[in-house]
């Protein structure tokens, strides 16, 4: 089955702001811009994907996404992150009205390809379903099958919103990487165990030439 992610991004100025202070001076919008291009960059890579549509006003992170393949689409709701899900997936609908959709976390930089696929994979066997955080609070993955509406209820404790709307819970083993979405300090830390991609990195690494004590990870298995 093919998938079309749709990824929303708000305005970089005002993303990632609970990492203030925790990523070596990086300015918080160049670490969630290098988020977002690690994330939609190993998407891309899934054999299961056949678009990512981005949700975003931000003209530089609009640049740089479609650069690296993704379709962006403008926040024309305006309502907060459910209404530009919901406006994304009617957009990828109307490109391709017969298609799989999901709903993917920007903030995931140590998302591999293989483990994303086999999440999806496993997703194309209930109408809708998600993945839950690293937490288990909140949610990094929500699915759609054609015939079924994606209906986002992301933000906060929305593990229990998804389950409670009837949406299949998924627990497909060794799937890290899909559920480690970056928050807070500790959920970097985490990320950067699991191995992050190139962009963020690449950014750390050059904020981190007089500093000790990350351990950036290149390797991604």
Request: aromatic share 4%; net charge positive.
């Amino acid at each position: 089955m093919a998938w079309t992610l749709v990824v929303p991004l708000k305005p970089l100025t005002r993303a990632k702001s609970r990492l203030a202070g925790a990523a070596l001076g990086v300015p918080l919008p160049q670490l969630a811009l290098a988020f977002a291009q690690d994330t939609v960059r190993a998407a891309l890579t899934s054999p299961a994907v056949r678009d990512v549509v981005v949700v975003t006003d931000d003209p530089l992170a609009a640049r740089a996404l479609e650069a690296l393949g993704a379709h962006r689409v403008p926040d024309e709701p305006q309502d907060g992150l459910n209404a530009a899900l919901a406006h994304g997936a009617a957009v990828a609908r109307a490109r391709h009205p017969h298609t799989a959709l999901a709903a993917l976390n920007a903030d995931l930089p140590a998302l591999r390809p293989t483990e994303l696929t086999r999440v999806l994979n496993t997703a194309a066997y209930f109408h809708r379903a998600f993945l839950p955080d690293a937490a288990e609070i909140g949610t990094t993955l929500l699915t759609a099958l054609p015939t079924a509406a994606l209906s986002p209820a992301f933000g906060g404790p929305s593990r229990a919103r998804h389950r409670a709307s009837g949406a299949r819970e998924l627990d497909p083993p060794q799937v890290r990487s899909v559920r480690q979405d970056v928050d807070t300090p500790a959920d970097l830390r985490a990320a950067l165990a699991l191995g992050v991609g190139d962009s963020t990195a690449g950014l750390l690494a050059r904020r981190a030439a007089d500093h000790c004590g990350w351990g950036l990870s290149r390797e991604r298995p």
